[in-house]
Each structure stands twice: as C-alpha cells, then as structure tokens.
Nanobody, 117 residues
Framework: QVQLVESGGGSVQAGGSLRLSCEAS????????MGWYRQPPGKQRELVAA???????NYVDSVKGRFTISRDNTKTTFYLQMNSLRPEDTAVYYC???????????WGQGTLVTVSS
C-alpha cells in the first residue's frame, strides 16, 4: 500500500504564491496519471490539474496560466505551483495517483490553502 503525503499549504494574500508537494511513501508503478483536486468550502471536489504518464497536462479553465503541475521522474513526487492566487482558490487540496486500468487509486490527506483579499 502507498501513503501520499502533502505539504506546502498555508495562508497567503491575493496575488501571492504557494507550491504544493505530494510525496509517496514508496515507489509507485504503472501510473496512469497524477493530479491535484480541490474542494472549496461548501462545494464539490473538482480536478484542478493532472499530468499523465506521458507528460501531458490538463488544467481546469479557472487556473490556466496561473498554476503549473510538474513531477520529479526520479521519485514518485509531484508538485503544484500556484501563482497569482485569488480568494476563490481557497480550498482543501488533495493529491491523487491513479494506476493504469484503475488498478489502484491513492489519495493524500488534504492540505488547506487559504487566500485572503
């Protein structure tokens, strides 16, 4: 089994930046995609950004041009660089690793990002 550990959350003012990290407790194989989800207060969880095993990336429209997902290919570690943060980015952010054919799916515990105006 794999445990995902998130870090980097916190409180910032609008326009600021944060970098979230997600690290697996051990090497993970047969990965289909890695991604970041978020759940704002009172709202449903949504996919924010994802990166596939082939290196393709996808972002929800509201973060395009501001957020960047990346990975360290030497480790099962990936990141979300968040720039030009807005109050509406406030949410609990969760990292996710999904295996090919949905053979497994791992989730982090969540890290809170709060953006004040």
């Amino acid at each position: 089994q794999v445990q995902l550990v998130e870090s980097g959350g916190g409180s910032v003012q609008a326009g600021g930046s944060l970098r979230l990290s997600c690290e697996a407790s051990r090497r993970v194989f047969n990965i289909n995609a890695m991604g970041w989800y978020r759940q704002p207060p009172g709202k449903q969880r949504e996919l924010v950004a994802a990166i596939t095993s082939g290196g393709d990336t996808n972002y929800v429209d509201s973060v395009k041009g501001r957020f960047t997902i990346s990975r360290d290919n030497t480790k099962t570690t990936f990141y979300l660089q968040m720039n030009s943060l807005r109050p509406e980015d406030t949410a609990v952010y969760y990292c996710n690793v999904r295996g090919t054919l949905r053979q497994y799916e791992y989730w982090g515990q969540g890290t809170l990002v709060t953006v004040s105006s």
